[in-house]
């Protein structure tokens, strides 16, 4: 983003990637919801606030283009038009060339696409003025009969926030204009402060509007619809006699002819009796029904004015390191106190008072990153419609737990992970209609996207009812690329992770969306990158499941400290299934350097920390029993110290990538401890 843009800008890029977020989900819920109301006032809203707040932060490309959408959705929110296949496409259409002009505007640019503008405002002349023609022909029709006009006062008392939320009176009452007949508007200044203490970005004008036409106060509702979410819009049927005393309401009349002072008005304003009290009188509702309604309205505003703050993640990045130094140093407090000797009763008390109040604002911090996956979810439910469009196929797409919280960081490692798979179940899984029909499955494939939390992780898994993996194409393609040889012995797990090797696929052509080998390799190595996990089943014509395993942040974890000789690790304690004592006559040898042991009616491997890392000779004394997504091993340790809380540090951006290792932390001794890579030390290949 460059460094000249406005604060008005930046607020506005901020909102115009919501409101396009919001804007493509909606749109595509028309598909499925035909025309329901809600969804086409949200899209409408959306276009709105996009307009209003492009053209108070100078955008006017995106306010004029986005203009003629809104005109488009107003005649389908009408039902003057309604919605097919050709029209939902020119609103995505619209959306994803209006959110190109956002991107291009984010780096001081103006996006260089006019042929496209006018592409898409011509086919949306075809049907906006197709209606326009239409109501002009019925109004000439009818140009003979006597014309009933309804006549409204129309009340504007706009907060002093106004501007904030890119919302312009001036295009609101143009909005009006085209619709009805403005006969008069005053705009009331009487909150005007004096100049020395005016705030220019703040809203002191409020209106008075007399407005004529055939439509109706719904109509009127409708145009202010976005605007009377947080702004109070009174409008008032009126006789056509009372137009002549419309300059102001009596109470104002009054105090500008000195007969009253506001002060008196206001006090009689208080006095007006409540709506409920009045309804009680008349018998039409009971005391119960009004409190009941009183607390339902109490629990609406508090949701919301529900206080929120929009901060930069790397602001929320420094404090997190802060804290997770704060916790290394508490650490490190406790054990040269021990050392010294000089933790009594109140020393340790005052330590445990600290241990609790880091905990608090260690949990409190990390709470800030955690974030919904439902906004990257919703995402894919475009592409899954364009790819199954393009390959005319049909996808029912389903999404399951996306109010699951993961940390703002690992979710943006995930979006291309999920790309990538979503892109191959509907390229290679899911088969074509007629395909589907022979076998006897419906026509329509399911792809469903599903997250939830199990043993302090959270588990993503991709599942479709495709034709499932190939295991003998796969392997025959594995042998070819050299990666297995015939006679090797390998596991039906073992041989669909080969879909994770750079450059593999059995895909026999090349298309726009697979074959060339070039995705599924992005998947390892940015699960990788946050410490997680990938799982494949699959069964033929049934479908494929990958299954994800990923912690919750990356930043603080707690784990059991070990030691092996002189040296410190970390086992992520969402790992650890069980401590065992050694009993080296259960130990059984495969071969020379491959050992098992039976645990829980099945063979495990075991491995020695100190032979794998090239320690020296150990005597260990315990067997740690490890698991992730149900594999177990058991390694082989000196000493097990016990539960520690710990900031991770990368290994890599400090030095380099070691084998079996995911990053390192201080102790509180100073000592540095390893952090052990779970999944990569039960994954490993076996010799």
Not at 112 to 120: A, G, P, Q, R, Y
Not at 290 to 301: G, I, P, S, T, Y
Not at 566 to 577: A, G, L, R
Not at 641 to 665: C, D, F, H, M, W
Request: hydrophobic share 40%; proline share 2%.
């Amino acid at each position: 983003m460059s460094i000249e843009n406005s604060e008005i800008e930046v607020a506005f890029f901020t909102d115009a990637k919501e409101q396009l977020d919001a804007l493509e989900g909606e749109l595509l819920n028309l598909e499925t919801n035909d025309c329901d109301e809600e969804t086409l006032n949200k899209i409408f809203r959306a276009m709105h606030t996009i307009k209003g707040s492009a053209g108070f932060a100078g955008f006017r490309e995106i306010e004029s283009f986005t203009h003629n959408v809104e005109n488009l959705m107003h005649i389908i929110r009408e039902g003057s038009l309604e919605i097919n296949e050709d029209i939902l496409q020119i609103l995505l259409d619209s959306r994803d060339l209006i959110n190109n002009m956002v991107e291009f505007r984010t780096k001081g640019e103006i996006l260089d696409s006019e042929k496209n503008v006018e592409m898409l405002e011509s086919e949306i002349s075809k049907f906006t003025d197709r209606i326009i023609k239409k109501v002009a022909n019925k109004n000439e029709k009818n140009e003979g009969n006597v014309s009933v006009k309804n006549y409204f006062r129309i009340h504007l008392e706009f907060n002093e926030n106004l501007y904030e939320t890119g919302t312009d009176p001036l295009l609101i009452i143009e909005d009006l204009s085209q619709n009805f007949e403005i006969l008069e508007s005053n705009i009331i200044v009487k909150n005007i402060p004096l100049i020395s203490s005016l705030d220019p970005y703040k809203n002191y004008l409020n209106w008075q509007i007399i407005a004529a036409g055939k439509g109706s106060i719904q109509d009127l509702e409708s145009i202010f619809m976005f605007v009377s979410l947080d702004n109070k819009v009174t409008i008032d049927s009126i006789a056509e006699e009372e137009i002549k005393f419309s300059g102001e309401r009596l109470g104002e009349i009054f105090v500008s002819k000195g007969f009253l002072k506001e002060s008196e008005v206001e006090e009689v304003m208080k006095e007006h009796i409540p709506l409920g009290e009045d309804l009680i009188k008349k018998g039409a509702v009971t005391k119960k029904m009004v409190d009941n309604a009183v607390e339902e309205q109490k629990k609406f505003r508090s949701v919301v004015q529900m206080n929120t703050i929009r901060i930069n993640t790397d602001k929320l990045d420094e404090i997190i390191d802060a804290v997770g130094e704060v916790v290394v140093a508490k650490s490190r407090i406790r054990a040269s106190m021990e050392k010294k000797g000089w933790l009594e009763i109140d020393e340790e008390s005052m330590l445990e008072e600290l241990d609790r109040y880091v905990d608090i604002l260690q949990k409190s911090v990390m709470k800030t990153r955690m974030i919904p996956i439902k906004d990257t979810f919703i995402q894919f439910r475009r592409m899954v419609r364009d790819l199954s469009h393009q390959q005319q196929k049909q996808v029912d797409f389903n999404i399951i737990g996306e109010d699951t919280e993961l940390d703002k960081n690992v979710i943006e490692k995930l979006k291309d992970p999920l790309k990538h798979m979503i892109r191959n179940s509907i390229d290679h899984g899911i088969e074509s209609p007629f395909e589907r029909m022979e076998i006897g499955k419906p026509a329509s494939g399911t792809l469903t996207l599903k997250a939830f939390h199990e043993g302090g992780e959270v588990i993503i898994e991709i599942v479709d009812d495709g034709r499932g993996l190939d295991k003998e194409k796969i392997k025959k393609k594995a042998n070819s690329l050299g990666f297995t040889d015939e006679n090797m012995e390998i596991t039906e797990e073992e041989i669909y992770k080969m879909i994770f090797k750079p450059g593999f696929s059995t895909a026999e052509k090349i298309t726009d969306i697979s074959g060339r080998g070039v995705g599924m390799d992005v998947v390892l190595s940015n699960l990788n990158s946050i410490r997680g996990n990938i799982n494949v089943k699959s069964k033929k014509n049934a479908g494929t499941t990958f299954r994800i395993n990923i912690p919750l942040t990356l930043a603080i974890i707690e784990g059991i400290l070990i030691k092996v000789r002189n040296n410190y690790f970390i086992i992520p304690i969402h790992s650890v299934t069980e401590f065992l004592t050694i009993e080296n006559d259960k130990f059984i040898g495969i071969n020379k350097k491959n050992t098992a042991i039976p645990f829980r009616n099945k063979f495990i491997s075991v491995i020695n920390l100190a032979e794998l890392f090239e320690l020296g000779e150990t005597k260990p004394q315990i067997l740690t029993v490890i698991q992730s997504s149900n594999q177990y091993l058991g390694i082989l340790v000196d000493e097990v110290i016990g539960k520690y809380q710990v900031v991770i540090k990368s290994l890599e951006e400090n030095y380099r990538k070691v084998e079996y290792i995911s990053g390192a932390t201080l102790l509180g001794n100073g000592s540095i401890a390893m952090i052990l890579d779970i999944n990569a030390l039960i994954n490993r290949r076996k010799n």
